[in-house]
């Protein structure tokens, strides 16, 4: 492996015109992920008739640079402005917006910074030690009922974060789910509550779901405060987080890492899921569960310490098998397709040095967050000194592009302008965005994978249980529900009258 | 009705089978056309109903770049994903008829105009440009599987596990794969299970792991499992052997008598664009098929093993054959047809 990798990063750093597109991609991607309304997806988009151009190798490598800064750089936003760069950043606001008005800005990005830094060399070192075994063993045991369990696992603590009550946060989670239904059923193509509009046959898209509950949300927030005179501009804190500080979330970083990469190496499900069961993770094991959503600094880091573990487990599936895990390692197929290749077990034998360079770049590039991701942070967080009256517009208008350039329709503006006033109304009485959001993202998935799951073992529970990785997850979610309830109903017995 | 259904089909299959795959040749001869009236005199838009990384997608981009390269004229792919095709279409009906905007689309125009005839008819609201992909199915299995090996040991294995065998594909109500399984199922009389995947990646992961026992795909979609060995076609639903798959039985050797339904992708302009500006469209879009970009591609997609060009009159008879066949479908399978 070692010899491999060497020659990897020889030849990566052996050719000048390699070196600039290493190095455009690793900024390209900070760049437009930290963006917002636009992402690392766009970008992707945008340079795909272009890399027909390059080696192979060198298309291959730009994308694959291109997924892991890109992945990073939405945290930038989603701290500093609750605007999430991407679904997989939605659960690194959830923290890292109350650190930022709280005057921890810094913290909360440095700690990104590293932590997603963490996260996604350990993954690319895994990746290339066992790439071929590790994705036959997640296909041979995780199937649709073991992703429903762990969705199920992830929900079971959804209600802990964000709400002012625990009964408040299920609520927040169950209407989520219910957004979540909307659009057609994902194994009959049934469509339900579209009310007639053929646009939400398609359900309610993640994107204008988050920037409305994130951003609009927030600006209306602030906007209620600066016209009742209580408006405070948050402090610009820009001291980063000690190394000391950083060690006592160790056990944080390493459960993420194991999160995010078993969640990224699953096909189709990639780094979305990783980021939020790595935060629920958090959660779960936390002895301080009401700070979640509160700005705790171990939810920025789980979050992004997951996500960016989840980009070098995707290549696995990919590289592998030819299974790609999300919307950018499906461009890289295409990629792949463009130079005459097909990702799968061929590729190993057929171009190794392709595969040892691109491994090379996705160690170098994480790597690379750490340096320029330093200076990147140092200048945005400049931004936070404009005054809200031209801030809250810019942001408002770069949400609106970024809802309207996914899919192209005005439907996702408006239902990001829904979301936000709705938003607003239930921040207000306590319900919690962060558990609506898990809802959302966490419903859609699940949903389809219990409904693939049910099929494939003919609607009986007793084989769906006899799967040992499903059952004991749905068994440990069982118990998580259970003793929240229990949690729940001793709060109330302890302000009633009569205790 | 049993009789009418018959008919329909078997002038599906007249229109599914006009020309084998022989050597190609271009079948437009005009190597340039005169743009009428200066039109286009910006980038066209092609609107996509699906993502960019699935087949849709592709095709849409190997046909947008033959067709830049022809005439010089850049196209935007703009991806309305959702829906089982529906967003698109919405958008794409919505957008003014004035040549500029171009669809993509797929069989699922027909299937949804068969089941619901308020939604567009692909051969009458819309003017076909060029149908440039044409493909069948097959099932296939894990080459390394040892309790089936071949079409006739599945079905009996089959019918030994009680309906409880598994089979992957996109069986969404009244698609164009539970319709062909349906066809299956009865035709063998054996019972199984399908599990709908929408994403291609889940699909052919679920065979790969075992988590399924077969899978329903076309070819060019699982081209690299063919090659890299993992998986081997046992059935082709096709009246025909394709050279490249001769040694994999048909369905009617194997006593199934349907005419298959064919998975087809073209690109079509509104009805009411002006006329001029859709002869130049036809013309650009059937000789950009003729590229060699797009030969190439249409290659690695095993879509020259059998004949994937339809004309303007071409694809419209191929729709118009379809539809029917699918609505004959549909009333037998009990589905609410509109």
Redesign the interface.
């Given at each position: 492996m070692l010899e491999n990798f060497i020659a990897g990063s020889a030849a990566l750093f052996g050719d000048p015109f390699t070196i600039a597109i290493f190095v455009f991609g690793v900024i390209g991607g900070m760049l437009f992920g930290a963006i917002p309304g636009v992402s690392m997806l766009t970008l992707a988009?945008i340079l795909?008739?272009f890399t027909s151009d390059l080696d192979p190798a060198q298309g291959v490598m730009l994308f694959a640079v291109i997924y892991c800064t890109g992945t990073y750089g939405g945290a930038i936003t989603a701290i500093l402005f609750n605007i999430p760069g991407a679904p997989e950043n939605a659960p690194t606001a959830f923290d890292g917006y109350p650190m930022t008005k709280q005057g921890r800005a810094g913290k909360a990005v440095g700690a990104a910074v590293l932590c997603s830094a963490i996260g996604g060399i350990s993954s690319a070192l895994v990746m290339m030690a066992a790439t071929e075994p590790l994705a036959?063993w997640?296909?041979?045991?995780?199937?649709?009922p073991e992703i429903f369990a762990l969705v199920f696992f992830g929900l079971a603590v959804a209600s802990s974060v964000g709400g002012r009550t625990i009964w408040k946060g299920w609520l927040s989670v169950l209407l989520g789910l219910m957004v979540a239904t909307i659009?057609?059923d994902?194994?009959?193509?049934?469509?339900r509550y579209n009310f007639g509009f053929?646009?939400l046959?398609?359900?309610i898209a993640f994107v204008p779901a988050i920037l409305g509950f994130f951003a609009v949300s927030e600006i209306f927030v602030q906007a209620e405060k600066k016209v009742t005179g209580k408006y405070d501009a948050p402090p610009v804190g820009m001291s980063f987080p000690t190394i000391l500080e950083l060690w006592r979330y160790k056990i944080a970083v390493l459960r993420s890492i194991l999160v995010g990469f078993f969640c990224g190496i699953l096909?189709?499900i990639g780094a979305t899921l990783a980021a939020f069961m790595g935060y629920g993770e958090a959660v779960r094991w936390s002895k301080d569960k009401k700070s979640f959503g509160k700005g705790n600094l171990e939810g920025v880091i789980s979050s992004e310490t997951a996500n960016n573990a989840a980009t070098g487990a995707a290549m696995i599936?990919l590289l592998a098998?030819?299974?790609?895990?999300g919307?950018l390692t499906?461009?890289m197929?295409?990629v792949f397709?463009m130079h005459?290749l097909?990702?799968?077990?061929?590729v190993f034998y057929n171009s190794p040095d392709l595969i040892w360079i691109v491994f090379a770049a996705m160690f170098y590039a994480n790597l690379s967050i750490l340096i320029i991701g330093v200076m990147e942070t140092k200048t945005i967080m400049y931004l936070l000194k404009v005054p809200f009256q031209f801030l809250a517009p810019m942001i408002l208008l770069l949400a609106s592009i970024g809802s309207y350039i996914g899919?192209?329709?005005v439907l996702d503006v408006v239902v990001m302008f829904v979301a936000g006033i709705l938003g607003f109304l239930l921040r207000r009485s306590g319900y919690s965005i962060p558990g609506i959001v898990l809802g959302i993202i966490l419903g859609k998935i699940g949903e389809?994978n219990f409904?693939?799951g049910m099929?494939?073992v003919?609607y009986d529970l007793v084989t769906y249980f006899s799967r040992p990785i499903c059952s004991l997850l749905i068994l440990a979610g069982v118990l998580t529900l259970g003793f929240s309830i229990y949690q729940a109903i001793q709060g109330i017995k302890q302000k009633s009258p009569a205790s | 009705m049993k009789h009418s259904f018959k008919v329909a089909f078997l002038a599906a299959g007249l229109v599914a089978m006009a020309g084998s795959a022989n050597a190609f040749e271009c079948k437009v001869k005009e190597a340039s056309m005169s743009k009428p009236g200066g039109f286009p005199d910006r980038a066209l838009t092609m609107i996509v109903p699906y993502g960019p990384a699935g087949g849709s997608g592709q095709v849409a981009a190997a046909m947008a770049e033959a067709v830049t390269s022809l005439t010089g004229v850049s196209i935007n792919r703009d991806h309305k994903s959702g829906g089982s095709g529906t967003v698109g279409m919405t958008a794409y009906m919505a957008a003014p008829a004035d040549g500029y905007s171009v669809l993509e689309h797929i069989d699922d125009a027909s299937s949804a105009h068969a089941l619901d005839s308020s939604r567009p008819n692909p051969a009458t609201d819309l003017i076909p440009l060029v149908t440039s992909q044409v493909t069948f199915s097959q099932i296939y299995i894990r080459t390394n599987e040892t309790r089936y090996t071949d079409w006739k040991s599945f079905v009996a294995w089959v019918k030994a596990q009680n309906g409880k065998a598994t089979i992957a594909n996109v069986s969404k109500e009244g698609s164009m794969e539970r319709v062909t399984m349906k066809f299956i199922t009865d035709s063998t009389g054996m019972s199984i299970q399908q599990i709908s995947f929408d994403k291609g990646a889940p699909r052919y992961g679920a065979l790969l792991g075992g988590q399924v026992d077969a899978l329903y795909e076309q070819p060019g979609d699982v081209r690299k499992f063919l090659d890299s060995g993992d998986f081997k076609p046992i059935l082709t639903i096709f009246n025909d052997r394709p050279g490249v798959f001769a040694d994999v039985p048909t369905h009617r050797e194997m006593g199934m008598d349907f005419e298959p339904l064919l998975r087809f992708r073209g690109f079509y302009v509104h009805k009411d664009a002006p006329k001029d500006r859709v002869e130049w469209l036809k013309w650009a879009f059937q000789r950009g098929y003729c590229e060699d970009s797009y030969q190439k591609f249409n290659e690695s997609k095993f879509m020259t093993v059998i004949d994937s060009y339809r004309d303007t009159e071409g694809s419209i008879a191929l729709i118009n054959a379809t539809i029917p066949q699918y609505r004959e479908v549909y009333k037998q399978m009990g589905l609410d047809v509109k």
């Open positions: 988009a795909l008739p036959k997640a296909i041979r045991n995780i199937g649709p659009g057609q994902p194994v009959g193509g049934i469509e053929a646009d046959a398609a359900g096909p189709g599936p098998l030819g299974l790609p895990g919307a499906a461009m197929v295409a397709q005459d097909e990702p799968g077990p061929l899919r192209g329709l389809q409904a693939q099929q494939m003919h | -």
